[in-house]
């Protein structure tokens, strides 16, 4: 039978810490990691503020030793991912209402818990163009708090016209020589006083009506080719890297109409890890769209492993 104490759907640093705890407290997790695991650190080179690492450390080496540490205690990864999930609680039986166990699907294969820990985590919206894969950990980032410091005395683009474009354009003016944001637009759709900053900013410029249509390099990104949607002129713009703010999206398509989700479609967290369904609680970037580093969501991991323990100590399920 599948049935486990904890299922962990997501792993990332959340997910991923979330299990060793859970594994140390020997709830014995079952981590349904994706076929695609280890969230967006696996898109990333050179992580530089994970604390413990003083040299820096690869992201995808930075995952797998997530990995192993939560498999050393005990919990077992399964590289797959879950394609359904029924959280409804109570069945009708002989004498009234009962609980039931939740349930979990990966493809045809279900699998039952008495407690979920929820941390699918969130994708970055990319441009999606052909030579925008190539050049990701390569010149391509999405996270200026993560790869600033690489970029010191460099000339950027950030692609956007939001407060997280505004955002990671004024953390950038921290390293970069110069900065230019990139906006299809001719006006911005961020928050009157980021804009009032940016404009002020004298390393910061503006190309309006502009969209990216390909990147440009051989080992490292070097330029990209610029398209005003209005004059339709183009021009290849020498640069030393592409930061990509057009937002990001929570991955909770299969969450829909069983936990609350805000307008964004983040999952709403009641207190600090808990969800709007008893037994089930919620890490990482999948319910943060404020901080989105690698060490709050792994304390967000420690913290619904513990709750979880918590709630199973209880004699629930």
Not at 65 to 71: C, K, V
């Amino acid at each position: 039978m599948n049935h486990h104490k904890l299922i962990i759907i997501g792993s990332g640093p959340a997910g991923l810490t979330a299990a060793i705890y859970a594994a140390r407290a020997e709830l014995k997790p079952l981590v349904f990691a994706g076929l695609t695991y280890g969230g967006q650190l696996m898109l990333t080179t050179e992580v530089e503020n994970y604390p413990g690492f003083h040299k820096g450390i690869l992201g995808p080496e930075l995952m797998q030793n997530f990995i192993t540490q939560a498999e050393r205690f005990g919990g077992e990864i399964k590289y797959e991912d879950v394609t359904k999930v029924d959280f409804s609680r109570l069945r009708q039986g002989f004498g009234g209402q009962a609980q039931k166990p939740f349930r979990v699907w990966s493809g045809n294969t279900e699998y039952t818990a008495d407690c979920v820990i929820v941390a699918t985590g969130a994708s970055t919206m990319w441009l999606n163009i052909p030579s925008e894969e190539k050049f990701r950990g390569k010149g391509i980032s999405s996270c200026a708090t993560c790869d600033g410091f690489f970029f010191k005395g460099k000339e950027l683009i950030v692609v956007g016209g939001g407060d997280s474009a505004m955002e990671e354009s004024l953390y950038l003016t921290k390293f970069a020589s110069k900065v230019t944001i990139v906006h299809r637009r001719n006006e911005f759709r961020a928050s009157k006083i980021m804009i009032a900053r940016v404009l002020d900013n004298p390393k910061i410029s503006v190309m309006w009506d502009t969209v990216v249509e390909e990147f440009f390099g051989d080992e490292k990104l070097k330029s990209a080719r610029l398209k005003n949607v209005k004059t339709n002129e183009v021009l290849e713009k020498p640069i030393d890297g592409a930061f990509i703010a057009i937002g990001h999206k929570p991955n909770t398509e299969i969450f829909s109409g069983q936990l609350n989700l805000d307008a964004k479609g983040y999952i709403v967290p009641v207190g600090d890890t808990k969800t709007n369904v008893e037994g089930v609680f919620v890490a990482g970037d999948v319910r943060d769209f404020r901080y989105r580093q690698a060490v709050t969501a792994a304390g967000m991991g420690c913290m619904a492993a513990m709750d979880a323990e918590k709630y199973l100590e209880m004699d629930h399920g």
